[in-house]
């Protein structure tokens, strides 16, 4: 117990504070939380495992303008991480004796503290997780007897108390003004530029230098921006990361983080015992949960990414917890911030959760020691294999903004389910085709490089598993391929050929011309493109379940043609856009239209080129294809310049930006 008077506590023991950091990227929230205290009586401060709450709480409490007394309310000694991770004991007996001594400790505390000065003061409860439930009591009473008390709570979930005020603590943005979904999102270069002024790499470098690392400006601002994003952006994760760097460099820490933050620990760290360990942090309030919250957690750890109730009712529920119990468990652990909200528009839109890094890895433990790991890896694949499904039936059928909204909220669970079926055998022959039914979007919506690592991998796993190989999932591989402009493509395609001859499906070969067009288009070989694409034309289906259709190929054919042989694009594209798919389907309407205004371009009718440029722009935007966009946006560049198009060394690679 730290008895701490005057307005700014002091002087305090030389050994305080050795163990503090410095507070980065907190100042609007300690703004926050400093205008509360001077107007409310009742202030909480809530968030995840390491996020910083105690920090926050102690330099508010050092801006106060009055006495302050801190009590720490973690029982001691703090239990062993073996004991936290066991699902016996029960949260209301564990807690008990706990909460008498807490609250025990506080009365003496106010007591004495009562019997110096008088007048405004403050009562700071750090790390009230254990005893929640008396503090409810306990709180709720001062404030009744003590009107001039001000009340400053840290823990992971709000007491519930009318009066409250709660301050929630999200991660560090690794983008100054930005949160850390940003960082997620970009990639190369420009996500490092971005985000070495972020909170989140500032306190990682500054970390690494306080702690003897060897950072330097060549250890790769890339690494660095991988550690602070595989972090979750929690400060405590962050310093762990920056103190690991004393023994190795950041790009192995980097590497290290990517299969999880539970191995981040340091036992010379001062401080709460829980805190010199990812692991143990996150675990911390284990032991006091009820029964069914520890299940589920433990279950929902197998999801990579966001995911909804219905989701997490398919993988969660059993007969210890029924899937009806499963909602209300979730909101219980969003509460307790164990999972997080990650988009609550309200009404009838279903809430959609994540769990933090540490919590995950700790569920996943949890997970593994009671030999459920691979029963929850097998629900969360199959429930992968309905939504790709509902995807693929959603893009037939004319939707593909529904099936691209779908494919978004479950993208990273969708990529985790395959990579498990690589280590995991058995269920390749299902990966295989809910990669194949994804086709689209791997190759049409932006993704060609993540889909083609993933089937090679799955056709590897496959081959060593003796599986007979689809020869949809050769396509699938050599079509990412050409579309990547990859030698190794004509060899993939052709192994794809003899597998569809085998298979009798002429509409694969037609899609396998198709690819094989593409590859020799980007290759600069227009004559041989050129013959592919005629074949893919004559082969093609008009409505294939998967793959271009023939409308496509005669659009990419008039593209390539349009330079050289006018006319015969001209003919070939108008047999394009006879086909219904034309106006029904989203794909051939951006194909062909982007045709239709390069052919008017070269013609000369300008106007009539830029407003169906402007139409195949706003298609491809609803589409989620970025190197449509791209390519749209650079015709209408050449169209108000007045620049005329250069010749193309692959002809083939403006309709394949949208194609």
């Known amino acids: 117990m730290d008895r701490l008077t005057g307005r700014l506590p002091g002087p305090r023991r030389a050994g305080d504070d050795a163990h503090?950091?410095?507070?980065?990227?907190?100042?609007?929230?300690?703004r926050t939380v400093n205008e509360l205290l001077c107007s409310q009586a009742l202030v909480t401060v809530t968030g995840a495992a390491g996020?910083?709450?105690?920090?926050?709480?102690?330099?508010?409490?050092?801006?106060?303008?009055?006495?302050?007394?801190?009590?720490?309310?973690?029982?001691?000694?703090?239990?062993?991480?073996?004991?936290?991770?066991?699902?016996?004991?029960?949260?209301?007996?564990?807690?008990?004796?706990?909460?008498?001594?807490?609250?025990?400790?506080?009365?003496?505390?106010?007591?004495?503290?009562?019997?110096?000065?008088?007048?405004?003061g403050l009562l700071l409860l750090d790390d009230a997780d254990p005893v929640r439930l008396a503090c409810i009591g306990f709180v709720r009473e001062l404030l009744e007897t003590h009107p001039e008390l001000v009340v400053l709570v840290t823990a992971r979930q709000p007491l519930g108390v009318g009066q409250?005020?709660?301050?929630?603590?999200?991660?560090?943005?690794?983008?100054?003004?930005?949160?850390?979904?940003?960082?997620?999102?970009?990639?190369?270069?420009?996500?490092?530029?971005a985000a070495v002024h972020g909170p989140a790499v500032r306190m990682f470098m500054e970390g690494a230098r306080r702690w003897g690392g060897s950072l330097t400006p060549s250890a790769g601002d890339d690494c660095v921006a991988d550690v602070c994003r595989r972090t979750g952006g929690v400060p405590l994760a962050l310093e762990l990361a920056a103190r690991q760097t004393r023994r190795r460099s950041v790009a192995e820490v980097a590497a290290l983080l990517a299969t999880g933050v539970g191995w981040l620990r340091d036992d010379e760290r001062e401080g709460p015992a829980r805190h010199r360990s990812m692991d143990r942090a996150a675990g911390a309030v284990y032991g006091h949960l009820e029964r069914d919250e520890r299940i589920v957690w433990a279950r929902a750890s197998v999801f990579a990414g966001e995911f909804d109730e219905a989701a997490a009712m398919f993988v969660c529920q059993s007969l210890d917890v029924p899937t009806a119990r499963v909602p209300s468990v979730l909101s219980r652990l969003a509460t307790m911030s164990v999972l997080e909200a990650a988009k609550d528009p309200g009404g009838v839109v279903p809430v959609r959760y994540r769990m933090n890094p540490a919590c995950r890895d700790f569920g996943r433990g949890c997970l593994r020691a009671a030999a459920e790991w691979p029963t929850a890896v097998d629900r969360h694949f199959a429930w992968q294999c309905s939504l790709g499904d509902a995807a693929a039936d959603l893009w037939y059928s004319g939707h593909p903004t529904v099936a691209l909204d779908l494919l978004r909220g479950c993208a990273t669970d969708l990529r985790a389910a395959l990579v498990r079926s690589t280590v995991?055998?058995?269920?390749?022959?299902?990966?295989?085709?809910?990669?194949?039914?994804?086709?689209?979007?791997?190759?049409?919506?932006?993704?060609?490089?993540?889909?083609?690592?993933?089937?090679?991998?799955?056709?590897?796993?496959?081959?060593?598993?003796?599986?007979?190989?689809?020869?949809?999932?050769?396509?699938?591989?050599?079509?990412?391929?050409?579309?990547?402009?990859?030698?190794?493509?004509?060899?993939?395609?052709?192994?794809?050929?003899?597998?569809?001859?085998?298979?009798?499906?002429?509409?694969?070969?037609?899609?396998?011309?198709?690819?094989?067009?593409?590859?020799?288009?980007?290759?600069g070989d227009r004559d041989r493109a050129v013959s592919h694409l005629e074949d893919a034309v004559l082969f093609a289906s008009r409505r294939p379940l998967r793959g271009p259709a023939?409308?496509?190929?005669?659009?990419?054919?008039?593209?390539?043609?349009?330079?050289?042989?006018?006319?015969?694009?001209?003919?070939?594209?108008?047999?394009?856009?006879?086909?219904?798919?034309?106006?029904?389907?989203?794909?051939?309407?951006?194909?062909?239209?982007?045709?239709?205004?390069?052919?008017?371009?070269?013609?000369?009718?300008?106007?009539?080129?830029?407003?169906?440029?402007?139409?195949?722009?706003?298609?491809?935007?609803?589409?989620?294809?970025?190197?449509?966009?791209?390519?749209?946006?650079?015709?209408l560049h050449e169209l108000r310049t007045g620049r005329a198009p250069a010749p193309p060394t692959a002809p083939t690679v403006h309709a394949l930006a949208v194609a």
């Open 20 to 30: 503090r950091t410095r507070l980065i990227g907190r100042g609007e929230d300690l």
């Open 51 to 120: 996020i910083g709450k105690s920090a926050l709480a102690r330099e508010a409490a050092d801006h106060f303008d009055g006495e302050v007394l801190r009590l720490r309310l973690w029982p001691e000694p703090e239990p062993e991480a073996a004991a936290m991770s066991t699902p016996e004991p029960d949260a209301a007996a564990t807690s008990t004796g706990a909460s008498a001594a807490a609250e025990d400790r506080v009365r003496t505390a106010l007591a004495e503290w009562r019997g110096g000065r008088g007048g405004r």
């Open 164 to 193: 409250e005020q709660v301050v929630r603590l999200g991660p560090l943005p690794m983008y100054e003004g930005d949160g850390l979904e940003g960082a997620e999102r970009a990639d190369g270069p420009e996500r490092v530029d």
């Open 424 to 523: 995991h055998g058995g269920r390749v022959e299902d990966a295989l085709a809910l990669a194949v039914d994804l086709w689209f979007w791997w190759g049409v919506c932006g993704h060609p490089a993540t889909g083609h690592a993933l089937v090679r991998g799955l056709l590897r796993t496959a081959r060593h598993e003796q599986v007979t190989v689809p020869a949809a999932a050769l396509w699938l591989e050599g079509w990412l391929a050409a579309r990547l402009g990859r030698p190794e493509a004509p060899l993939v395609l052709g192994e794809a050929s003899r597998a569809a001859v085998a298979e009798n499906d002429l509409g694969l070969l037609g899609q396998i011309s198709d690819a094989l067009g593409i590859h020799y288009a980007l290759a």
């Open 550 to 635: 023939a409308a496509i190929s005669r659009a990419v054919l008039a593209c390539n043609e349009a330079r050289s042989d006018p006319a015969r694009a001209r003919a070939c594209l108008r047999r394009a856009l006879s086909d219904p798919a034309a106006r029904d389907d989203l794909w051939v309407r951006c194909t062909t239209g982007y045709a239709l205004a390069l052919i008017d371009h070269l013609r000369g009718n300008k106007s009539k080129a830029w407003r169906r440029a402007s139409r195949v722009l706003a298609d491809a935007k609803a589409l989620g294809a970025p190197a449509g966009v791209a390519l749209t946006r650079e015709l």
